[in-house]
């Protein structure tokens, strides 16, 4: 996924969160409409993935930015094994620092660390 195509998904997914919505905006283009509507529907799951790893913010409690941002990166890690996770950090790190606040790069970047490894462990022990 381009970086402009994240960027994308994460202001429809900023939208629906604000707004309470399930389903993406039309008019994206079909790779972000795809990355948005996979994220709006296993929401619940990434949610959990997300709360597992944090030690100090619920997932509720977070901004709202920060959530779409780690929403979509651990979509990308579960679902799409072909982004490598690396970049996949990479770029959910970039986009905090640039939307959020001043300690979003590190909150994210912190939660996505902690979750690759624990995915990482999980898949050597099959």
Known sequence: MTVE?????????YEADQRDLSEPDDGLPA?????????LTHQAKLDEEIDAVSTHWRINRMPVVDRAILRLAVYELLHEPVTPPGVVVSEAVRLAKLFGTEKSG?????ILGTLVAKLVSKREKG
């Open 31 to 39: 790779r972000v409409e795809r990355m948005v509507r996979g994220v």
């Open 106 to 110: 590190a909150f994210v970047n912190g």
């Open 5 to 13: 195509a994240r960027q994308l998904a994460i202001e429809s997914l």
